[in-house]
């Protein structure tokens, strides 16, 4: 990593302020309007054809295809899913080496989503396909994940291109699954830290409408959240809906059940800490006058760190079991709750990366381009490429998509039907700010 003194930090600004108000350009910015034209219209082709997670094959194959291309040492399918997701890994691997120096990976996620597309522009999705359950929905590109994969390859190319300016290896990763939360597992998995060099850095972007294009955000420490998915089955015993002495009524012990997962938070973690618990589907009964025997719930739970994480999920289970247990429910009837696989775990952005990546993007795109943006309880799978033993230090910057000079928030935000990024800018901003990021950690 280059090490900025405070004075040649001074110094860089003010050339760039200058540079700004004169509208120069960069080499890294005239490179990459070179490259821009074509990125749009692999941009469109993906918008146009989404994949769901786990069936990302023919995205998957055009991006290995490119890099390859780009003169990149390329692997492709590499992947495992846990043994209950029985699909192949459509993951993409691919590196280039030049010479001595650390290893960086560069990490872009391919899936889109299942929502029909209402934007109406001319190259809107309508692809529909059958999702994992088999039913037909329509798909589309709602969180942007196309344009990580486009980016991820811009910067690809450019990287190939700048090779004078660099020493060391450069590791792309195409991830599959992010939406599902397992496909930076599946890499993993599949030995990407041992079949391929280990990262002295991991790095990545996701887009975020609450930014303007031509902006790119960070946020230092911990920026997006744990996130849990929690299937409970509230047992009861059914009867007639004239006559519930002679049932256990689920309906009743679930709106119990909800009201007592309220103090989850709000009694049992510390007020300083971060916390989420929705119910967010209840499904039970079938007629009016029926008591049925069970209803189903789903949660999602939302945490940052593993302590605070650890006692939600611990009180979640104490207060459905014995809520059951008030009620009268036998103890073979009591509620069956089930933690999804598909966990996502909290994202830390390494504070020193991110300080060190901010200094020169702020140099690249000009200071009130690079914004310090708040913690998140969304989450993000990237997370899991700084969790492994090898404790490799990872950064996520957020990608503006918004027009410039809109409302914050006031256009349609990630997983909207009616989500679409200004493309030029962003994808131009993008391919300059992770090529920006990564010279700085492998620059001559
Ligand atoms: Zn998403
Ligand atoms: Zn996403």
Known sequence: MRFFTAVASVLALTIVSLAGQLGAASDIASLADKHTGELVELYKHFHANPELSYFEQKTSERLADELSKAGYEVTHPVGKYPADKDYTCWGVVAVLKNGSGPTVLVRGDMDGLPITEKTGLPYASKVRMADISGEQVGVMHACGHYIHTTVLLGTARMLAELKDRWSGTVVIAGQTAEERGNGARALLADGLYERWPVPDYAIAEHTDPMLETGQVGYCPGWAMANVDMIDI???????????????????????????????????????????????????????????????????????????????????????????????????DRLPVITQRTEFTPAL?????????????????????????????????????????????????????TAPAGSRPGGRPGLHSALFYPVVEPTIRTGVVAMTTAVLNLLGK
Not at 293 to 306: A, F, G, P
Not at 313 to 318: P, Q, V
Request: charged share 25%; no cysteine.
């Open 233 to 331: 089955t509230i047992r009861g015993i059914g009867s007639h809906g004239a006559r519930p002495h002679q049932g256990i009524d689920p309906i009743v012990l679930s709106a119990q059940v909800i009201n007592a997962l309220q103090t989850v938070v709000s009694r049992n973690i510390n007020p300083i800490e971060t916390g989420v618990v929705t119910v967010g589907s209840i499904h039970g009964g079938s007629k009016h006058n029926i008591i049925p025997d069970e209803v189903k719930l789903q949660l999602t739970v939302r945490s940052y760190k593993d302590q605070v994480r650890r006692r939600m999920l611990d009180a979640i289970e104490r207060i459905t079991i014995n809520t059951a247990r008030a009620a009268g429910v036998p103890e």
């Open 348 to 400: 830390y952005n390494d504070p020193e990366l991110t300080a060190e990546t901010v200094a020169v993007l702020k140099t690249e795109l000009g200071e009130r381009n690079v914004i310090e943006i708040m913690p998140t309880t969304g989450g993000e799978d990237f997370s899991e490429f700084g969790r492994t033993d090898h404790k490799v230090p990872i950064f996520m910057m957020r990608l503006g």
